[in-house]
């Protein structure tokens, strides 16, 4: 969500030229968000 407009943000977009996320899921409890990224140039997990 955008703090100042409290308007969501798609997550797993990412930049068209740069980088993407996908595959996103949340851990059973709702604390963490996991997802795939290319953000530095290989398939990186993030959570």
């Known amino acids: 969500m ?3 407009t ?3 943000i798609n997550l ?3 930049r068209k ?3 993407r996320y996908w595959y996103s899921a ?3 409890d709702g ?3 996991a997802m795939l990224s ?3 140039g290989n398939v ?3 959570v």
Do not use: A
Request: no cysteine; glycine share 4%.
């Open 26 to 28: 949340w851990s059973p």
């Open 12 to 14: 797993t977009n990412g």
């Open 6 to 8: 409290s308007e969501p």
């Open 38 to 40: 290319t953000k530095r």
């Open 31 to 33: 604390k963490r968000l």
């Open 2 to 4: 955008d703090l100042v």
């Open 17 to 19: 030229k740069d980088f």
């Open 44 to 46: 990186t997990l993030w």
